[in-house]
């Protein structure tokens, strides 16, 4: 049974810092892209950070120089740590899994307020 389960979202202030975890189970995490989706109220879900099977990674432009994902193969856990939090980036975060099937967590909540 495959299973994306996200934790580290919550409230914040501007300016703030997060970490999201996504552990994975039921699949050969190694053998997959793995991602970072968000999706506010009223907007389609969009693309945030990739990380490769190699390790190489891309990012969407508004979160460029303040996310960063990360993978741990030994632990099948994929992480994106936020930095200088807008309110902006307000949104349900999604883990996804990318391969020959694409497997989504349930979301956290982020929420970017003062």
Sequence with gaps: QV???ESGGGLVQPGGSLRLSCAASGFAFSW?????YRQAPGKQRELVARVRTTGTTDYAD???GRFTISRDNAKNTV??????LKPEDTAVYYC?????TVFWG???QV????
């Design 79 to 84: 992480y994106l740590q936020m930095n200088s």
């Design 3 to 5: 299973q994306l389960v």
């Design 62 to 64: 508004s979160v460029q």
């Design 106 to 108: 349930q979301g956290t």
């Design 32 to 36: 997959y892209h793995m991602a970072w």
């Design 111 to 114: 929420t970017v307020s003062s």
């Design 96 to 100: 996804s899994a990318l391969g020959g």
